[in-house]
């Protein structure tokens, strides 16, 4: 059974999928036509068992080719469908990171040297980047700077560092070295369901022209799949200031600023009044500094329980630091050690603090002891 995505509208059934009441009616429905009980026993019952198992099975999967219609239901293929019910708002595809290279040559030449579109750099043979246009060592001088995309699409490409893209593929005349100047950025997998649910949803807010907070916070995410959260606001008349935060709480580094502030830079997306700029969250940092204790009467699974509190830790850190002006809140951790089988915590850090609205929880340190095993 699909979730439903939107917690505010009633689950829809469009056929009852509901077997003992489709079995009642069967039942009843010989009963009457052929003036006899059906016992237990009975084969004709236990035939009529059978089908109504068929009939119910049927039933669910139509009720469900049914909730493919309403965007809080659908997925994959269904819900790519329902986009021409939305402005402009589709699917948005694997992208290619992206970062800049400086090409050396081996001295100052008498005339200048041109740097072909589509060289290729390769980090370690698989992912390669290409530059993007053409770029000329003027005379006199030794190197030029050009911007380059990775040839594999998606997070393949992501997170090489000043120096890391630095084997040629296509040699030129004069060539001597070339690096990443910037950490590459950019690359992103296909949208999941849930991300173009909710830019579906946020697309309303794009029939405005004014700049309204919501068209900014859409546009932004059309940028790039690996956007998860985006609160723009105005410190000063006329300058909107767009912070944006990525997947796994990691901040965005100067290449994925530049791709979201070219997309809401458009000509046909920005007013024409409006000074904008991209910025991270402003962070705050936290650590994880805590004991736990199991009670004696799971001490068998004692194991088990420790490898499900890590989990918790884990799945506390990716809570706190995936929304930006979340405050840092030590009892979601408690909560989460407790499901996981511990009998009690003491947690030193983190501490409950304030989180602005424009700020995010960092994870700065981590440090999970097992204290042992104590009394119920």
């Known amino acids: 059974m699909i979730n439903n995505r939107n917690p505010h509208l009633p689950d829809v059934n469009f056929v009852d999928t509901n077997t003992q ?29 059978w089908i109504a198992d068929l009939r119910v099975q049927e039933r669910v999967l139509l009720n469900e080719a049914a909730r493919q ?19 402009d708002t589709y699917r948005l595809q694997p992208e290619a990171a992206r970062t ?39 005379i006199g001088e030794t190197s030029v700077e050009v ?3 990775c040839l594999t699409a998606g997070i393949a490409g992501n997170g090489f560092i000043a120096g890391q893209i630095s084997q040629i593929v296509d040699l030129f005349q004069f060539f001597e070295s070339v690096e990443n100047t910037t950490t590459s950025a950019g690359g992103s997998d296909i949208e999941t369901d849930e991300s173009l649910y909710e830019r579906y949803r946020q697309s309303m807010e794009t029939f405005s022209t004014a700049g309204p907070l919501g068209a900014y916070e859409y546009h932004a995410k059309t940028a790039g799949a690996e956007i998860v959260d985006v609160k723009p606001y105005s410190p000063s008349p006329g300058v909107v200031d767009i912070r944006i ?47 736990y204790y199991i009670p004696k009467s799971r001490e068998n699974n004692a194991a088990g329980i420790q490898q499900e509190v890590e989990n918790a830790v884990d799945e506390y850190v ?42 995010v929880a960092v994870k700065a340190g981590r440090n999970v002891i097992y204290g042992g095993i104590e009394s119920d």
């Open 147 to 149: 911007p380059a995309v």
């Open 245 to 291: 935060l990525l997947k796994d709480g990691k901040m965005p580094d100067e290449e994925m600023k530049k791709l979201v502030l070219d997309t809401v830079s458009a000509s046909h997306t920005r007013p024409l009044t409006d000074l904008v700029k991209v910025s991270a969250p402003d962070p705050v940092n936290f650590g994880i500094d805590l004991v």
């Open 100 to 138: 800049t290279l400086r090409f050396t040559i081996s001295a100052p030449q008498q005339s200048a040297v041109t740097i072909p579109a589509d060289t290729r750099v390769t980090v370690d043979g698989e992912i390669t980047f290409a530059t993007t246009e053409s770029a000329t060592v003027p």
């Open 318 to 359: 990716k809570w706190q630091t995936q929304t930006m002006g979340r405050d840092i809140n030590p009892d979601k951790l408690t909560a989460l050690i407790w499901g996981a089988g511990a009998k009690r915590a003491v947690i030193t850090s983190p501490v409950f603090t304030v989180v602005e609205e424009y700020a």
């Open 69 to 87: 219609n309403l965007p809080r239901y659908a997925t994959g293929d269904y819900l790519d469908s329902l986009s021409e019910l939305f402005k």
């Open 21 to 49: 009441r489709l079995l009642n009616e069967m039942i009843t429905g010989y009963e009457i036509i052929a003036d006899r009980k059906l016992m237990p026993s009975d084969p004709v019952r236990i035939f009529i068992n």
